[in-house]
């Protein structure tokens, strides 16, 4: 891939769904940036409040934009999460589940915020 985008992206799947157009990638972060990560920090509060039909909801909205900004690595434990609040599974389990997963989230940030900061230059 000419774009030369960071390996801790799923470089394939962005390859193949966006080929070396920087712009729409550029946008593509961004938005995950800008909408997608507050979205997932509010799941927190969620969780915590017990509100499961608010907590499924924002998960299951969020999902495809893990796949859609490369993290594809991340999509499956999402899902894992979405299942186990769905099945009413115990709060300190949801959220050492979505701590982890925050874990994750929080390494990969300077990584997007990096590339897409590059990819508006192009």
């Keep these: 891939m000419a774009l ?3 390996p801790a992206l799923d470089l394939a799947y962005i390859d ?3 080929g070396e157009d920087p712009v729409i ?3 593509i972060f961004d938005a995950f940036l800008s909408d997608s990560v507050p979205r997932w920090q509010s799941l927190q509060g969620a969780l915590e409040s017990g ?8 998960v299951h ?3 495809p934009s893990f796949t859609m900004t490369g993290l594809t ?3 499956p434990k999402v899902e894992v999460l979405e ?7 115990p ?23 990096s590339e897409s900061e590059r990819l508006k230059q192009l």
Excluded at 91 to 113: D, K, T
Aim: avoid cysteine.
């Design 4 to 6: 030369q985008l960071n």
């Design 51 to 58: 509100d499961l039909k608010e907590s499924a909801s924002i």
């Design 73 to 75: 690595h991340v999509r």
């Design 91 to 113: 709060a300190e389990q949801l959220l050492e589940m979505y701590h982890n997963i925050s874990v994750e989230i929080e390494e990969l940030i300077p990584i997007l915020e």
């Design 16 to 18: 193949q769904a966006y």
């Design 83 to 89: 299942k186990a609040i769905k099945n009413d599974d």
């Design 25 to 27: 990638l550029y946008m």
């Design 61 to 63: 909205g969020l999902k």
